[in-house]
């Protein structure tokens, strides 16, 4: 079992940052996969950010590239989404998730495959 603890949402003007992190307990190992999902009131949830953390091999939609940096950090079980230049779209309850992924190197964009779930963190962004 894996728990895993979101924290760092918040308000945000447009054009802001915010810096999200995920703690994993547990049973963790360094091959599995961790990324970050938003859902906004309405929507199906989509893959923001994720990364094997394996090799440290990053992917993010296209809605996100430049803009968002997922990382791991020194401690190895914690991920970080740090968003800059933000807009009003940005803005939904944000997700961390995890599976063990069985394709070395590979982490799925769809919430399908991802077992363990954290709580969620919201994030708003004015304009």
């Known amino acids: 079992q894996v728990q895993l603890v979101e924290s760092g949402g918040g308000s945000v003007q447009a054009g802001g940052s915010l810096r999200l992190s995920c703690v994993a307990s547990?049973?963790?190992?360094?091959?599995?996969?961790m990324g970050w999902f938003r859902q906004a009131p309405g929507k199906e949830r989509e893959g923001v950010a994720r990364i094997f953390t394996g090799g440290d091999i990053t992917y993010y939609a296209d809605s996100v590239k430049g803009r968002f940096t997922i990382a791991r950090g020194n401690a190895k079980n914690t991920i970080y989404l740090q968003m800059n230049s933000m807009n009003p779209e940005d803005t939904a309850m944000y997700y961390c998730?995890?599976?063990?992924?069985?394709?070395?190197?590979?982490?799925?964009?769809?919430?399908?495959?991802?077992?363990?779930w954290g709580q969620g963190t919201q994030v708003t962004v004015s304009s």
């Open positions: 547990g049973h963790t190992s360094s091959l599995y996969c």
């Open positions: 998730a995890a599976y063990y992924s069985p394709d070395s190197g590979y982490c799925s964009a769809v919430p399908g495959p991802y077992v363990y």
